[in-house]
Every structure is written in C-alpha cells, then in structure tokens.
C-alpha cells in the first residue's frame, strides 16, 4: 500500500506562490504517473495537473486556469511530487490532494488513481 503525504499548503496573497510538496511511501512501477488534484468549498474535485514520466520521456498536463503559473516536477530519487503554484489568485483557494497510481500518460479520471493524500490547504486573499 502506498502512502502520500502533502505539504507545504498555507495562507498567502494574491500574486504570492507557494510550493507543495508529495512524500510518497513508493512508487510502485517503474512508470511515474501522478497528479494533483483539488477541491474549493461547496464544488467538485477538479484536476490541477497530471505527470507521467518513464525512462525516456515525461508528459505534463495542466487544467487551463492554472497553464503558465502551476509547475508539477518529481524528484524520484526522494519519491515527491512537487506543485510549484505562481501567481496565486483566489480562485485558487482550495483544498490539494496528490493522487498517484495512474497507468497512461493525461490521465484526470479519479477512478485511475489509487493512491490518495489526506490534502493540504491552500488559501489565497485578494
């Protein structure tokens, strides 16, 4: 069983950034597929961004509010999953889970990832 563990969440202003952080217990292939996930008061899970990465190539995704500000990264050899958030605004204010498991490269189906964090908080003023 694999355990994640998110961090790095807080208050900050609008315009300020923040990083999360992913500690996981393992990664169970040898295919790194991941993502981060979140959810605002009162609306549905939404995906932010989505990593896989084999030995030779790596693939991205990002929801389009986020594109161009939200950076997601793996470190393998510490197993963490990384979301670098720039330019926060208040939309953003959410509760962000890492999510690993996936199988093939864009996944956003919650259901293909098995793996869950308990969520750290993120809050953004204007």
């Known amino acids: 069983q694999v355990q994640l563990q998110e961090s790095g969440g807080g208050s900050v202003q609008a315009g300020m950034s923040l990083r999360l952080s992913c500690a996981a217990s393992?990664?169970?292939?040898?295919?790194?597929?991941a993502a981060w996930f979140r959810q605002a008061p009162g609306k549905e899970r939404e995906g932010v961004a989505t990593?896989?990465?084999?030995?030779?190539?790596?693939?991205?995704n990002y929801r389009d509010s986020v594109q161009g500000r939200f950076t997601i990264s793996q470190d393998k050899f510490k197993n963490t999953l990384y979301l670098q958030m720039n330019d926060l605004k208040a939309e953003d204010t959410a509760m962000y889970f890492c999510?690993?498991?996936?199988?093939?490269?864009?996944?956003?189906?919650?259901?293909?990832?098995?793996?869950w964090g308990q969520g750290t908080q993120v809050t953004v003023s204007s």
């Open positions: 393992a990664y169970t292939s040898h295919n790194f597929c």
């Open positions: 999510a690993s498991g996936c199988r093939r490269p864009g996944t956003w189906s919650e259901d293909s990832f098995p793996y």
């Open positions: 990593l896989y990465a084999s030995s030779t190539s790596s693939y991205a």
